[in-house]
C-alpha cells in the first residue's frame, strides 16, 4: 500500500523567507503527485498537480514542486512567501492502478509572521 | 465547476447517540464521491468512497457507515457514537475520470462529549 510523508508539522516563517516543505512517498508504481491547501476557515483545495512531462511543475500563488523518482519526493517550495501563505498544505499520492484514490500525508502547518 | 454542500458545519454529540452527516454535489453528474477524516495532528484518512449509488467501499474498520442513495447525495452516519469518533469530517469529488483531482467541502467539525 502507498504511504506518504511530510515530515514538518510546523514551520514558522517570517514574510520574504524561502519555503521548502518535504513530501515523501511510498510506492514503486507510477504515481499522480498533488499538493493540497486549506487557508484558515476554508476548504482544501488543489495547488498544483503532476502527472508527467517536466518534473518542476507549477503552481497558483508563486508555488512550485519538484517530482525526483530516484528520491519519491515531491517537495513544494516558494521563494519568498507572504503572510497571506499561512495555511495547511497536505501532500497526496494516487497510484496510477489505483483509479482516484488518493494518500494524505499528515500536513505542514505553516504560519509566516508578518 | 463542481460545488460541494456539507451539514452541518459543526456539531457536538454525547457518546452513543447516532449520526448523520450529508454531503450534495452540484455541477457535476455521476461522480466518485468520498469521505475522510482529519483528526487533529494527523493528515487526511479515507474512510469511504463511491464510485455510484449504492455502491460503498470503507477503507478502514470503524464505527461508521457511508451510504449514497441518489447520484449526488453522500451521507456518513453511525449508530452510536464513540469518543474517538471526534474530527473534522471531509466529503469530496471528483469526476468520473482517471488523474482528475479532488473537489472539497467545508467539512463538519465533530465532538463527541
Known amino acids: 500500500a502507498q504511504s506518504v510523508s511530510q515530515h514538518n508539522h510546523h514551520v514558522i516563517l517570517s514574510e520574504a523567507a524561502s519555503l521548502e516543505l518535504g513530501c515523501n512517498y511510498s510506492y514503486g508504481g507510477t504515481v499522480n503527485l498533488f499538493w493540497y491547501v486549506q487557508y484558515p476557515g476554508q476548504h482544501l483545495q488543489l495547488l498544483l498537480k503532476y502527472f508527467s512531462g517536466d518534473p518542476l511543475v507549477k503552481g497558483i500563488k508563486g508555488f512550485e514542486a519538484e517530482f525526483i523518482k530516484s528520491k519519491f519526493s515531491f517537495n513544494l517550495r516558494k521563494p519568498s512567501v507572504q503572510w497571506s501563505d499561512t495555511a495547511e498544505y497536505f501532500c497526496?499520492?494516487?497510484?496510477?492502478?489505483?483509479?482516484?484514490?488518493?494518500?494524505f500525508g499528515g500536513g505542514t502547518r505553516l504560519m509566516v509572521k508578518p | 465547476s463542481q460545488t460541494i454542500h456539507q451539514w452541518p458545519a459543526t456539531l457536538v454529540q454525547p457518546v452513543g447517540s447516532p449520526l448523520s452527516l450529508e454531503c450534495t454535489v452540484e455541477g457535476t453528474s455521476n461522480p466518485n464521491l468520498y469521505w475522510y477524516r482529519q483528526a487533529a495532528g494527523r493528515g487526511l484518512q479515507l474512510l469511504f468512497y463511491?464510485?455510484?449509488?449504492?455502491?460503498i467501499s470503507s477503507e478502514v474498520p470503524q464505527n461508521l457507515s457511508a451510504s449514497r442513495p441518489q447520484d449526488r447525495q453522500f451521507i456518513l452516519s453511525s449508530k452510536k457514537l464513540l469518543l474517538s469518533d471526534s474530527g473534522f469530517y471531509l466529503c469530496a469529488s471528483n469526476p468520473g475520470v482517471p488523474n482528475s483531482p479532488l473537489h472539497f467541502g467545508n467539512g463538519t467539525r465533530l465532538t463527541v462529549t
Open positions: 463511491s464510485v455510484g449509488i449504492g455502491q
Open positions: 497526496a499520492v494516487n497510484a496510477r492502478n489505483a483509479g482516484n484514490m488518493l494518500t
